[in-house]
């Protein structure tokens, strides 16, 4: 495992407008003078991701990543945006599988396309995994399995190492209705389990990917999932639009890092 960790900002549908974004990027930019060894991406919008390019460019210390991407390289799907787009934009991540984008429809077959489009663009997919509920019969297991197995099949094994795969529980996602937290334990269970089937799947001499957390991360709780919760970064949505709880973020897992 990494020692160096990852740390994801999905903005989501935030802010609402270009000016803001380029403030919320560039007060995140201003503090992480310092900062070394964590990878920082930031997932805005669509719309800004060519602005922040710039702003990115200046700093260096900040990868960007879009939160969805369309399976097809060209043609009439309109409103559609390629892999190819993103990389000619300079994008290196691509967000797949989100649970929102899940409940608008995107099935595993949509989800498994858009991974492949994706690596053979060059973009690294984050894999967004995890179930609704936990029930006592522990069959939310049998469903990270069925997404895992859906999602990546046939992608060839030299490139399962390139993905990552976020763990991210819904029940614990921070716009989710009477949201619960998980535990560091529920997640080291979670991410032992998705090596075990990834494995399983690809064989003992795959290079395991890595595996991170999303789940209303926060200041407060993400030094216990990255020390005890078998990840080696997070992927933080409602918190990562505060500049300054991001940046303290950053620090705690810079502080890791070392
Ligand atoms: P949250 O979002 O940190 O606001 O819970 C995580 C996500 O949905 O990716």
Redesign the pocket.
């Known amino acids: 495992m990494s020692k160096n960790k990852i740390i994801i900002g999905?903005w989501?549908m935030n802010p609402s407008t270009q000016k803001e974004a380029e403030k919320l990027f560039v007060d995140i930019t201003k503090s992480i003078f310092g900062v070394q060894k964590t990878e920082i991406v930031i997932c805005p919008p669509f719309l800004y991701l060519e602005k922040l390019r710039s702003a990115s460019r200046r700093t260096k210390k900040i990868s960007l990543g879009a939160q969805n991407v369309f399976y097809e390289e060209a043609g009439p799907y309109t409103g559609e945006i390629s892999a190819s787009m993103l990389e000619d934009l300079g994008i290196k991540y691509v967000?797949v599988g989100?649970?929102?984008r899940r409940e608008l429809g995107e099935t595993g077959l949509d989800i498994n396309k858009k991974i492949k489009a994706s690596l053979s663009a060059g973009l690294v997919p984050i894999l967004?995994v995890g179930e609704t509920v936990r029930d006592e019969s522990h069959s939310y297991f049998n469903l990270v399995k069925t997404q895992l197995e859906e999602c990546l099949d046939g992608v060839k094994k030299d490139l399962i190492s390139k993905i990552i795969i976020?763990y991210?529980p819904i029940w614990?996602?921070?716009?989710t209705p009477n949201?619960k937290d998980a535990t560091p334990a529920d997640c080291e269970e979670m991410s032992l389990f998705i090596k075990k089937i990834l494995v399983d799947k690809f064989g003992v001499k795959i290079k395991i990917p890595r595996i991170i957390y999303?789940?209303?991360?926060?200041e407060k709780n993400v030094q216990d999932f990255l020390k005890d919760g078998g990840v080696e970064g997070v992927?933080?949505?409602?918190?990562?639009l505060d500049a300054v709880k991001f940046m303290e973020i950053i620090k705690i897992c810079e502080a890791l890092s070392q």
């Open positions: 999905n989501k967000i989100h649970s929102k967004c976020a991210e614990a996602i921070s716009s949201h999303g789940g209303d991360v926060n992927l933080v949505g409602r918190v990562s």
